[in-house]
């Protein structure tokens, strides 16, 4: 956000893309350059996650738009995507102003046909040095402050001619208002009812809502998450229904709007529901091999933002705390100022490499400084997991595959004054076993770097498999525990491996007590 901040103060139209938990991170910033304006336009892509498909919580960026007070367009298809993007440029100019282009888990995912246009080359603008309203401290801010009531009073006024706020008047029994993907349900579930379509969600244009409310009857205001247009337009004193028939929680649809506004019982499905598939760490992941070693020592983690996230869940269930991108340090370091040096004991924190370049540095550097205890797992897997296997500062790559000089975590922790940094393979288990013992019982900050590519960066084929021995097998179910999905038990109970998920990572060899588990050369 901020190096989009800086382009946009030299003239240059920048845009910055981040889900909403992104906006916390950028709030400071963003809260600012509401006051600063532009120069070049300024757009905020905010991804929110209604049904929380890959979220810790399910907030809604409106709100904080309306406490920055920040426009924020809401497309409701893939056209509009395109087409409200560029119209956010438009508007950042026009009105100085930063604008927020809101998305949802369900437009990034559709598709829909979109029409390619000629590419518009837009100048830059000249740069001019205006401390008055590029430097915010007190006395400017102050000054500046006005300019934004103002800006969202004209924005509020001039919206309601904006083709993007459009009322489409059919039966006027019935009126929705509503945006984005929730008009699409709307269209489906209601097809007769009059719909005022709001492309701007903030500021709310108050002239067209109040014109719309006064031709209909009866007003339904649908939006997902928060009623941050319904609370506005029942503020001035108009009747409507939302939240009254409607969850605050999840998506929408037009099922459930069929239900809500139209009365109609939704038909009982002849089909049983799916059966749930809870994500799962992957065959050969290295952090199912720590996770397995935490559990047998019966150490709690304080987890992260990461695929690692997944050791919560059974069978490792070693991962007890999921907050935010870095907290795993920081509320280990908080734990230990709580309740002693002796409590924190049987307890690590466990953090990606990426999240760790993120904003893990931030976290152990306070650790260290307020003379902290506890043992910290870098889970060095060479990549962004989680998200599409994004190179960051740590993997001596950029995002366009260029080399750049790699940031060495071992050398940056010893940096910050960590006597005790320790690299062990993630598959070595016998020694991470007796690195974690040792660390554990030190009374200072003890760094582990846990080292192992992710499974799936390696895209040669596989060279060595698990094979099971039979004859060999006590169907004792050791190898099993660390819940490898290549591994199931056969009818008679003993371990079968699928060939067409083991990756030869060698994690249930380890495990096997009987000599029964064997990597095997497969190539051929």
Not at 123 to 137: G, I, L, S
Not at 476 to 504: E, H, I, Q, S, Y
């Amino acid at each position: 956000m901020e190096v989009a901040i800086g382009a946009s103060i030299s003239g240059v139209r920048a845009l910055a893309s981040m889900k909403h938990v992104g906006v916390n991170v950028a709030a400071d910033p963003l809260y600012t350059v509401s006051y600063i304006g532009v120069n070049g336009g300024l757009v905020l892509v905010a991804a929110d996650d209604p049904g929380l498909y890959s979220s810790q919580n399910e907030q809604d960026s409106r709100a904080v738009a309306r406490a920055a007070k920040v426009p924020v367009l809401e497309p409701a298809d893939s056209a509009e995507a395109k087409e409200f993007t560029k119209l956010a440029f438009e508007l950042s100019e026009t009105y100085d102003t930063p604008v927020i282009v809101r998305t949802t888990t369900r437009l990034s995912h559709s598709q829909g046909m979109v029409e390619l246009c000629e590419r518009q080359e837009i100048p830059d603008k000249e740069y001019e040095r205006n401390v008055a309203k590029t430097v915010m401290m007190p006395g400017n801010a102050k000054k500046r402050h006005p300019y934004v009531e103002y800006r969202e009073n004209k924005m509020a006024e001039d919206g309601c001619s904006f083709a993007i706020n459009r009322a489409e008047y059919r039966d006027t029994a019935i009126g929705v208002i509503t945006s984005g993907i929730p008009y699409q349900y709307v269209r489906e579930a209601l097809p007769h009812a009059s719909v005022l379509k709001l492309g701007m969600v903030n500021p709310l244009p108050r002239k067209l809502i109040e014109e719309f409310a006064s031709r209909v009857e009866t007003l339904y205001i649908v939006e997902e998450l928060d009623p941050i247009i319904e609370e506005q337009v029942k503020s001035w004193g108009i009747k409507a229904v939302g939240k009254e028939i409607l969850t605050v929680q999840g998506e929408y649809s037009a099922n459930m709007l069929r239900e809500a506004i139209g009365g109609e019982t939704l038909e009982l499905r002849a089909a049983k529901e799916a059966v749930a598939r809870p994500p799962i760490l992957c065959p050969g992941c290295p952090h199912r091999s720590t996770f397995s070693v935490l559990k047998k020592l019966k150490l709690h983690a304080a987890g992260d933002i990461g695929c690692y996230t997944l050791g919560a869940v059974a069978p490792l269930s070693v991962v007890d705390t999921t907050i935010c991108m870095g907290a795993s340090i920081s509320s280990l370091h908080g734990m230990e100022k709580a309740r002693g040096k002796e409590y924190i004991k049987n307890w690590v924190a466990v953090i990606g490499d990426s999240t760790f370049m993120h904003t893990g540095v931030n976290s152990l550097m306070n650790m260290v400084y307020n003379q902290g205890t506890g043992t910290v797992l870098i889970l060095d897997n060479s990549t962004t997991g989680m998200t599409g296997h994004q190179d960051h500062a740590a993997t001596g790559k950029t995002l366009k595959g260029q080399i750049v000089p790699a940031i060495d975590i071992e050398k940056l922790c010893l940096a910050m004054g960590i006597e005790n940094v320790r690299v062990v393979n993630a598959f070595d288990t016998k020694k991470l076993e007796s690195v974690l013992k040792e660390e554990t019982a030190r009374e200072a900050v003890s760094v582990v770097i846990v080292k192992a590519p992710c499974a799936l960066l390696d895209k040669t084929p596989v060279k060595v498999q698990a094979k099971v021995n039979p004859d060999l097998c006590k169907k004792c179910g050791l190898c099993l525990k660390p819940g490898c999905p290549a591994l199931t038990r056969g009818a008679d109970g003993k371990t079968v491996v699928n060939d067409t998920m083991c990756n030869g990572c060698g994690l249930c060899e380890q495990y096997c007590n009987f000599g029964a588990i064997s990597l095997v050369d497969v190539r051929r």
